[in-house]
Structures are given as C-alpha cells and as structure tokens.
Nanobody, 124 residues
Framework: QVQLVESGGGLVQAGGSLRLSCAASGRSFSRSAVCWFRQTPGKEGESAAA????????YYADSVKGRFTISRDNAKNTVCLQMSRLKPEDTAVYYC?????????????????WGQGTQVTVSS
C-alpha cells in the first residue's frame, strides 16, 4: 500500500508555470508506476502524464506534450509534475496515483493508490 499526498497547486496566469509534488509513503513506491491524472467537473478525467517504476518509460497526453514533465525520485519517494506554458484548459484537480508493479498505464483503472488531489487554476 502506498499513501500519496499532493502539493503545489494554485492559481497562475496563462503562460506561467507550476510544479506539483507528490510525497509517497510505503515500501512499495519504488516498485510502483506513477501517474498524474486530472479531473475537471463535467468533463471526463484524463491521464496527463505517467512514468514507469524506474523512470525509463513516460507517457504524456497529447494536450500536454512539450509543456509538462513528469519525474520521480525513488530515494526520496517523490514524484513531480513540472507544468509550463500553462493554458486555461489545464485547470483541473490533479491527482497523483500509484500502480504497484505497473508499467505506467494511462488508464485510471490500473491505479489502486490515490492522493487527495490538488487544485490547479489557470486564468486567462
């Protein structure tokens, strides 16, 4: 079991940057794929970015490619999402998720551990 706590959300103007962090506890984090999902009310949630257990394979949604970077530090049990050139359509609640022994799927159903979410609001 992995416990996850996100931080770093907030209000930013379009074109700005934010860095989300997710602190994990539990021995299995280093053996878990991780993902940042985002959810906007009234819209279907999507995986923004995912990363395999050792960081060798990354997935990015087309909408964030070239603007977002997912990274992890297994020694510190953290995963981050660096977001640049933010757009109003990036506004969402961002959730960190972990999938024990997973490969970095973009499907939310693959992930069994979830954080509480952090709000990101991008103003135009």
């Amino acid at each position: 079991q992995v416990q996850l706590v996100e931080s770093g959300g907030g209000l930013v103007q379009a074109g700005g940057s934010l860095r989300l962090s997710c602190a994990a506890s539990g021995r299995s984090f280093s053996r878990s794929a991780v993902c940042w999902f985002r959810q906007t009310p009234g819209k279907e949630g999507e995986s923004a970015a995912a990363l395999s257990r050792y960081g060798g394979s990354a997935y990015y949604a087309d909408s964030v490619k070239g603007r977002f970077t997912i990274s992890r530090d297994n020694a510190k049990n953290t995963v981050c999402l660096q977001m640049s050139r933010l757009k109003p359509e990036d506004t969402a609640v961002y959730y960190c998720a972990a999938d024990y022994l997973g490969g970095g799927s973009s499907f939310s159903s693959a992930y069994e551990n979830w954080g509480q979410g952090t709000q990101v609001t991008v103003s135009s």
